[in-house]
């Protein structure tokens, strides 16, 4: 069964910018509504011994940030919404359970603590932040609140303009009405069974986008139900049988969650050479180095995948279950 792979969508004042990232035997195109053409980027037919370890010269660097705003710091605080009346009485999966406990326990985690050594406020080509810049966080409580929009229906098949709008409406809901208020905060915009964006489960299983807004910069993720994609997007990728069904909900939200605290903008945070971001570079490895895994926190067990570290392998830069 082939896997999708995620992608970063970018909005633009006048235009669309969309780095789609397809399945591993594709090749990742940047789609730019100026002209229509699809542009190659990346070629994805690489050797994994490559891919996830190449050396200094394919780790992340600094992008300059959007207003100097390129990663998640201080408070660090994900929004949770659950779109539409759809939700209502339906999650037969129990993905809106899996995934509370989930973002109730990752923060202050050794898994999410490789996106500390990623910075803000220092050169655009930045590899290595040391003590310059101000560094994401990875605080404890990040789960700042939950929201069942649910009084009426979302649409069946949200376009990336409908679910901007939904995050932009969240943060009038959760009070972050001003831009400060925003650089440090992301919206998770979860749709519900059947109801998903189009191309999920064939082109990709999540992305994550930022809009601009009366209230600045909202940083979203479009979350489908990713159960829904099934092994595309994850079931039994770490676990086996029935328990393993559900491992894509906290593979793929993991991997959106730490590349907008890396990338909280995009695509103007943490990238390489070939515009990839932490998740990205260590998506459905499973086995050797970086192999995604169960890890434990507070609130339970979670399968996950690695993360980027710039830092790994004495700065060689690799794939990373914890940090340092």
């Known amino acids: 069964m082939k896997r999708f792979y995620f992608a970063v969508v970018i909005t633009l004042a006048l235009a669309i910018s969309a780095s789609i990232s397809l399945a591993s035997s594709v090749t990742p195109v940047r789609a730019s509504s100026n002209d229509g053409v699809l542009h190659s980027i990346r070629s994805m037919q690489v050797k994994n011994a490559c891919r996830h370890n190449c050396g200094g010269s394919n780790n992340l660097s600094y992008h300059g940030g959007t207003g100097g705003v390129g990663v998640e710091t201080g408070a660090d605080k994900v929004y949770l919404i659950y779109w539409g009346s759809q939700w209502n009485n339906n999650d037969p999966s129990g993905e809106a359970a899996i995934q509370q406990k989930f973002f109730n326990g990752v923060g202050g985690s050794s898994w999410n603590n490789s996106v500390t050594q990623y910075c803000e406020g220092v050169a655009t080509g930045t590899v290595t932040c040391g003590s310059s810049g101000t560094h994401a966080t990875n605080p404890t409580g990040v789960l700042a609140g939950v929201w069942y929009d649910n009084a009426s229906a979302a649409p069946s098949r949200p376009s ?17 009405t001003t831009a400060s208020s925003n650089t440090t905060v992301q ?4 749709t519900a069974t059947g109801n998903n964006a189009s191309g999920f489960g064939t082109q990709y299983c999540a992305w994550h986008s930022s809009t601009s807004s009366s209230s600045g910069n909202i940083a979203y993720t479009n979350m489908p139900y990713i159960t829904d994609a099934g092994a595309s997007c994850g079931a039994n990728f770490v676990n086996s049988g029935s328990a393993g069904l559900t491992d894509g909900i906290t593979i793929v939200g993991g991997h959106e969650f730490a590349e907008t605290e890396t990338d909280i903008f995009p695509s103007s945070g943490w990238l390489d050479g070939s515009g990839q971001e932490n998740g990205d570079k260590c998506a459905w490895i499973s086995s050797g180095q970086g192999a995604s895994a169960n ?20 700065n060689a830069g690799g794939c990373v279950l914890s940090y340092p």
Do not use: D, M, R
């Open 160 to 176: 990336q303009s409908q679910l901007a709008s939904e995050a932009v409406n969240a943060a009038a809901h959760f009070g972050n």
């Open 187 to 190: 919206y998770v915009i979860n």
């Open 295 to 314: 890890i434990t926190l507070s609130t339970g067990t979670f399968p996950v995948q690695s993360l980027w570290s710039n830092a790994f392998n004495s």
